[in-house]
């Protein structure tokens, strides 16, 4: 895969981190235990899974630029490698230019 697909791909999955960003602030942080219905990670543009994980474990994945939150499945080996594996998710960790791109992107930094 060329860098530009790396990116281009990186990029999707930037839009739907920023959406799960707005999900988390709409959320009441204090209950970090409970259940959140978050958007899939992945690079596919028509995938609207929901990925139920715990504030406190989509927390965990946040602290890092280059790892996003996918359903179980939805990984790509190409640009990302797989870092955890919970029940009803995956936490993968971008490679090369997909990780520059999303690290870039990180909204907070
Ligand atoms: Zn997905």
């Not at 990670?41 to 995938?47: G, N, Q, V, W």
């Not at 715990?54 to 499945?73: H, I, K, M, S, W």
């Not at 998710?89 to 992107?105: F, I, L, M, P, R």
């Amino acid at each position: 895969m060329n860098e530009e697909s790396e990116r281009r791909l990186a990029r999707n999955e930037i839009l739907f981190r920023d959406t799960n960003e707005a999900i988390e602030r709409g959320q009441w942080l204090a209950d970090s235990g409970k259940h959140v219905r978050f958007r899939c990670e992945c690079s596919r543009l028509d995938c609207n899974r929901a990925v139920p994980i715990t504030l406190a474990d989509y927390e965990q994945v946040r602290r890092f630029p280059r790892r996003f939150v996918l359903a179980p499945g939805h990984e790509m080996p190409e640009i990302e490698t797989v870092v955890d594996r919970g029940e009803d998710h995956v936490v993968v960790e971008k490679k090369d230019a997909a990780g520059e791109t999303a690290a870039a992107a990180d909204p907070r930094q």
